[in-house]
């Protein structure tokens, strides 16, 4: 028998991401207090993506940007899946409007992904359950359905639906601000203890 389509790997990664899209508008201000719009990009691949590089002004002009890692790949089977969001935002100077000398807008940037997961939708479903999607064809993914989702919380913690595992400032390096989100997840339906769940399709 098939391993089921909805404990695959990579229909987990991807149906997490594509809550996440390419970018984030991250309603903000600089540093001079003028209220902003930041857009920041998201790099789903960040392990080849050189975070050195990225941190030189001169080799890339992004202010911010978000980088998301896979720290394991749990669900479906007795443990969490988790997903890592690094924030980075240039430090700079005080007098410099791009610049973000407070952490205010990596605070910002780190609210707004806890927003993608946080309280409800408009048709009043939890964003911390997340619809499954077979991508056996990855330009045109399927919706699995039979209730297959994921369930964003910390298991712990009772009541932490979309909320992540931590959000951890990381104070190492003064040219830019950084802040860790972890979020662990599983399959819905296997936190219903004794269910013998299997995915059709």
């Not at 809550?19 to 691949?45: F, M, Q, Y």
């Not at 002004?57 to 992004?62: E, N, R, T």
């Not at 400032?169 to 979020?183: A, C, E, K, T």
Request: charged share 20%; with cysteine; hydrophobic share 40%.
């Amino acid at each position: 028998m098939a391993f089921p389509t909805y404990k695959r790997t990579f229909n987990v990664r991807a149906s997490f991401s594509r809550v996440i899209g390419t970018s984030l508008a991250v309603t903000t201000t600089d540093a001079l207090g003028a209220a902003r719009v930041l857009t920041v990009p998201v790099i789903h691949n960040f392990q080849w993506a050189d975070p050195d590089g990225r941190l030189d002004p001169s080799a890339d002009p992004d202010q911010a940007w978000v980088a998301l890692t896979w720290v394991a790949d749990g669900a479906g089977r007795h443990a969490l899946s988790i997903a890592q969001f690094d924030v980075y935002v240039r430090t700079g100077l005080k007098t410099d409007a791009d610049a973000d000398p407070y952490g205010i807008q990596a605070n910002d940037t780190a609210d707004a992904i806890e927003t993608l997961f946080a309280g409800e939708r408009a048709d009043t479903t939890h964003k911390g359950w997340i619809p499954m999607y077979d991508y056996a064809v990855p330009s045109a993914p399927v919706a699995i359905g039979d209730g297959a989702c994921l369930q964003i919380l910390d298991p712990a913690k009772p009541g932490s639906w979309g909320l992540p595992l931590e959000r951890t400032p990381i104070n190492g390096d003064p040219r830019y601000q950084r802040i860790v989100l972890r979020y662990g997840m599983r399959f819905c339906l296997d936190a219903l203890a004794g269910h013998n769940y299997r995915a059709r399709g």
